[in-house]
Nanobody, 128 residues
């Protein structure tokens, strides 16, 4: 059974940085396309960053480009999300997810409709 565990959330001031981690168990993470997603209160879940399994392509929505970086460490079976220049509107619960079906970032779109496995989220609060 694939299990994902996200960590690293917290309270940070605007302009600050955080690095989220997501460790997989029960499987080898490099067999999956992976991604980070977030959901703020009263809003739909949205994609934040993704990496394709087959081509290692990355995808970032416009609001995250230049500020967020997704990466993976296959030796540690862990994915990361480096978030810089955080803004109050980045406040949300962040979750990691994976899919073995999609070899590219296609499963990332529409809030991760194509992702098969989800980890419990971690809260990120950006506030002064």
């Amino acid at each position: 059974e694939v299990q994902l565990q996200a960590s690293g959330g917290g309270l940070v001031q605007p302009g600050g940085s955080l690095r989220l981690s997501c460790t997989a168990s029960g499987t080898t993470l490099d067999d999956y396309s992976i991604g980070w997603f977030r959901q703020a209160p009263g809003k739909e879940r949205e994609e934040v960053a993704c990496i394709g399994k087959t081509d290692s392509s990355t995808y970032y929505p416009e609001a995250m480009k230049g500020r967020f970086t997704i990466s993976r460490d296959n030796d540690r079976n862990t994915m990361y999300l480096q978030m810089n220049n955080l803004k109050p509107e980045d406040t949300a619960v962040y979750s990691c997810a994976a899919t073995s079906f999609y070899g590219t970032v296609a499963g990332c779109y529409s809030g991760g409709y194509g992702m098969d496995y989800w980890g419990k989220g971690t809260q990120v609060t950006v506030s002064s």
